[in-house]
């Protein structure tokens, strides 16, 4: 570790690990470590925030910017770049730790039963609801705009008064962006890049986030800002009820 930022805790003993799992969890990458010798098996949570990239090198690379913490393996190494410094590193005994509390949106547990039970009774409006890491986990600031566009739904609405018509609206539309999403390596307005270098592309998707004033691709209407807990929201009052 480069960074003594990312270095809290004190680090454990990595060396003679093998990698044995990489995997999404909500917002962060895990990385499992097998145990070796007298250690026990490892979890390292990154959470890239804004700037954060980890970068897969399969030949040892020289003189990176914004270097934060290097893995060397047998071959190649997997480099953590992130020039703003916002992102993390936490460290677990046990899988079941670094696993946060919610639901996966893109797990089958969640169904639109499984979400109606945990919309009911809820005050919040449903942008702010959706943004909660403890009920589902990894739906971000943009998504939620987007979300919430595909559903129809306004973001200013209470959270437990969705109807049973607009549930499923709202499953379909939290799986249908956070797959287009993934499929196109993210959102970069700055940056960013997956672990092979590639940059997301699904900036040039976006149907109402960082489009105010502009025509609503489905009614024509305008795309208006508002700001919910000092984030921005983007929405059409034309067709989202
Ligand atoms: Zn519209």
Request: net charge positive; aromatic share 8%; proline share 5%.
């Amino acid at each position: 570790v480069l960074d003594p930022r990312l270095a809290t805790r004190r680090l454990p003993a990595l060396a003679g690990r093998r990698v044995v799992e990489v995997t999404r969890s909500g917002k962060r990458v895990l990385v499992g470590f097998s145990a070796e010798g007298r250690h026990r098996p490892l979890w390292l949570a990154v959470h890239l925030r804004m700037t954060g990239r980890l970068l897969l090198h399969e030949r040892p690379v020289r003189g990176t910017d914004h270097l934060r913490a290097r893995f060397t393996f047998d071959r190649g190494e997997l480099l953590f770049v992130d020039p703003r410094r916002f992102g993390t590193f936490d460290w677990f005994a046990r899988r079941e730790d670094a696993t946060p509390r919610g639901i996966d949106p893109l797990s089958p547990q969640l169904t639109a039963r499984t979400l109606a039970d945990m919309l009911r009774g809820a005050s919040q409006n449903v942008k702010a609801w959706l943004l909660r890491q403890d009920r589902l986990v990894g739906v971000g600031n943009i998504y939620a705009s987007e979300i919430l566009h595909q559903a129809r739904i306004a973001p200013t609405r209470r959270a437990g008064t969705l109807t049973r018509a607009e549930i499923p609206r709202l499953l379909g539309a939290i799986r249908g962006v956070l797959e287009r999403a993934i499929d196109k390596s993210g959102t970069t307005f700055s940056d960013f890049q997956d672990a092979r270098g590639i940059e997301g592309s699904f900036q040039h998707s976006l149907a109402v986030y960082g489009r105010e004033h502009e025509r609503c691709r489905r009614c024509k209407g305008s795309v208006r800002r508002i700001v919910q807990q000092q984030r921005s929201t983007f929405w059409c009052p034309g067709c989202q009820r």
